[in-house]
């Protein structure tokens, strides 16, 4: 039996696992960045004053890395401002009033599908990014340069709270399987693993039945820790195959895609509805009432944890994503994005006192990639780009699990992370 690689144990917190999806009110105003995923910013395509419809494109652009942004809302366009994101970059935003009428636009059209060329085309159209947080364009990932002989459909959600791909896999079974065969039929790949953690057995026993006797479809069970969901760990751990430093996952021959990514597409195809909507996890011990959302792309924060009888003033630390890799959010102010899978709401949150390094190798130890984060924290420190390099420092994934075990509690996931863009790249 292959060894997996190492992580962590981590309390599951999957509070919400069990708590089926909630549709989320339409607010009266939504704001709709128009950078939410990897790559460049689009353009408003409409003005102050426009009316708009559910689906209707609101934002694109011409450069390659990038996908359009659409309306989740019918009503007008009431400004065009600019926005500061959770990454601190700013980009303009479309402030749309809603009408409450939720008309649907006419460029809502099931696409029509004949090759290759036309499903990446629709899948741009649809405004496809990763749902598992990354963002990376969901048409781009569809077409690298090698062939693919395995698709590997990533449904770890290891991260504690977070329970919003596991409903997807419930909740929306058909268009799961649905997704990963379109993926297939078009890109030409013959066989696909449905990686799931052990932790979540009725969707193993549901996938396991739905493909009894298709053998271009595996689901693989996952020893349940942390990162498992990490591209490299979960190629690893499913293919056996090692994505080298430097290297795409399709260098070796796989395709990594989101399970409600390829749930998205499935569902897109059939209806023509670009991605408008996002389901996310809403938890935190500042939240009275834990759930999963069913939101309009643009909604504001403040509302969905309100509507959750959370007490916002209380709220000491509000998390986009997960408490290992999600982002601190500088205000509940800010909207739901295309990458939103969770909301945590903090309250009995303290920042912790850093400390100095004791040697004691637990990141090193805890590591999937068996780095060594205290010595890159040094070199870093020092700006010795050559010792970086030795100590292969862009491999790092960011889990953020060297951090979590250190008890200097110093911040050696971050280190990584400013340290690799010391890195000249290719």
Not at 311 to 329: A, F, N, Q
Request: hydrophobic share 35%.
């Amino acid at each position: 039996m292959m060894k997996k690689l190492s992580g962590l144990k981590l309390d599951h917190r999957k509070n919400t696992q069990n708590a089926a999806t909630v549709e989320f009110p339409l607010p009266s105003k939504v704001t709709i960045p128009m950078a939410m995923n990897m790559g460049t910013p689009c353009n408003p395509t409409v003005k102050v004053g426009d009316e708009v419809k559910v689906g209707q494109k609101i934002g694109d652009t011409d450069a390659f890395f990038s996908v359009p942004v659409h309306s989740g809302v019918s009503g007008k366009v009431t400004a065009l401002t600019d926005y500061l994101s959770a990454n601190g970059a700013v980009c303009k935003a479309v402030e749309i009033e809603t009408d409450g009428l939720q008309t649907i636009s006419d460029e809502v059209k099931i696409p029509e599908i004949t090759d290759k060329e036309s499903f990446l085309k629709a899948v741009r159209e649809s405004g496809s990014c990763g749902l598992g947080g990354a963002g990376f364009p969901t048409h781009i990932k569809l077409n690298p340069k090698t062939a693919i002989d395995v698709l590997v459909i990533n449904a770890a959600e290891c991260e504690p709270y977070i329970t919003a791909d596991y409903r997807e896999m419930i909740e929306n079974s058909e268009d799961v399987i649905g997704g990963i065969r379109l993926v297939m039929k078009w890109l030409g790949i013959p066989k696909a693993k449905l990686a799931i953690e052990s932790n979540k057995p009725e969707a193993i026993s549901n996938f396991s039945s739905m493909t009894s006797g298709d053998d271009s479809i595996e689901v693989v069970t996952l020893p349940s820790s942390y990162p498992q969901g990490a591209e490299k760990v979960i190629i690893y751990n499913t293919t056996g195959r090692i994505v080298k430093e430097g290297e795409l996952p399709s260098d070796a021959g796989v395709m990594v895609l989101n399970v409600s990514t390829a749930s998205f597409l499935y569902r897109y195809t059939q209806t023509g509805m670009p991605l408008v909507t996002r389901r996310l996890t809403v938890d935190g011990d500042a939240v009275g009432k834990p759930m999963n959302l069913c939101a309009v792309i643009g909604t504001s924060f403040r509302e969905i944890l309100e509507y959750c009888e959370t007490d916002v003033d209380s709220v000491k630390k509000l998390i986009g994503g997960g408490p290992m890799m999600g982002m601190s959010l500088r205000s509940a102010d800010m909207p739901v994005v295309k990458t939103t899978n969770a909301l945590l709401a903090l309250k009995k949150y303290k920042e912790p006192v850093t400390t100095a390094c004791i040697r004691c190798g637990r990141c090193v130890r805890v590591c999937p990639l068996g780095m060594m984060p205290a010595d890159i924290e040094r070199a870093y420190k020092i700006r010795n780009i050559d010792e970086l390099k030795a100590l292969k420092v862009t491999l790092c994934m960011n889990c953020g699990s060297c951090t979590y075990v250190c008890p200097s509690n110093r911040k050696l996931a971050e280190t990584n992370q400013l340290a690799k863009m010391l890195i000249p790249r290719k």
